[in-house]
């Protein structure tokens, strides 16, 4: 009986490297290796979105979708940190719609935690948290009747996402709220892109806690990533030649 599974070994090779990369790229970052990403355009509205809102006396509103504690969730939240501090800075009130029980209990931390960092606990109000249902049209109902009766001056939806983004997004759009969207669902972005201000398209999510702290862990992490992608990029376009060629090489070792 053999130490690995047959089809695996290559899998497990690239674990091996992918994850030795991340770390490596993490230390440097931590020993002062400087690492510059690109500007984000739809991060970089927040600010003008919530300056607008202070502006007009109106209500921010957030949500990070409808699905659970997934990725691109976490990544919504981090935006949320960001969103809660200004918005406590600037006494705008920020309204949060979720729509599961767990993700409601971590986004209420998240926001009692960014009023604390701004030095106004006092201004943060649970009520302001609203969970509204696990059933996927109730939520977009419930947070459609959110949006106009609260009149929002901006619209902040960066999350998971699914069928609800459209109807979510012209809501939005029909109140006169200025909206920055963004999920990692790529079938809902187009949907984003034809209603909202601005968009933050797939991965560019998961640069949030790199963008708004520059912490150095998501700035070594990040450089890994795009050596990873360009990795498997000319892999592809390796591969596409080599099997053009008659060349199955390749393709033997990644099936052992």
Not at 34 to 59: H, L, N, T, Y
Not at 193 to 215: K, P, R, S, W
């Amino acid at each position: 009986m053999g130490i690995f599974t047959q089809g695996r070994v290559f899998d497990l090779v690239t674990l091996v490297v992918v994850t030795g990369l991340m770390g490596l790229y993490m230390y440097l970052a931590r020993s002062g290796m400087r690492v510059k990403i690109r500007p984000i355009a739809g991060f970089a509205a927040i600010d003008e979105a919530i300056g607008r809102a202070a502006e007009m006396g109106k209500p921010v509103h957030f949500t990070p979708g409808f699905g659970g504690l997934v990725a691109a969730t976490f990544a919504g939240l981090e935006v949320l940190g960001y969103v809660a501090r200004l918005t406590a800075q600037y006494d705008v009130r920020l309204i949060v719609t979720v729509s599961q029980a767990e993700t409601f209990a971590v986004t209420e931390q998240v926001m009692r935690q960014a009023y604390l960092e701004a030095g106004k606990p006092e201004a943060f109000k649970p009520e302001d948290c609203r969970f509204i249902s696990t059933d996927q049209w109730a939520y977009a109902s419930g947070v459609i009747g959110v949006l106009n009766r609260e009149k929002v001056a901006s619209n902040i939806m960066i999350g998971q996402f699914a069928a609800e983004a459209l109807i979510l997004a012209e809501a939005g759009n029909t109140v006169g709220a200025i909206q920055i969207a963004g999920t990692t669902n790529a079938y809902q972005i187009p949907f984003f892109v034809v209603a909202c201000d601005y968009v933050i398209l797939g991965e560019e999510m998961f640069a949030a806690g790199a963008h708004f702290t520059n912490n150095v862990v998501h700035l070594g992490s990040l450089r890994a990533e795009d050596l990873v992608k360009a990795a498997c990029i000319a892999i592809m376009a390796i591969g596409a030649v080599l099997t053009t060629a008659g060349a199955d090489f390749l393709t033997t070792i990644m099936g052992k």
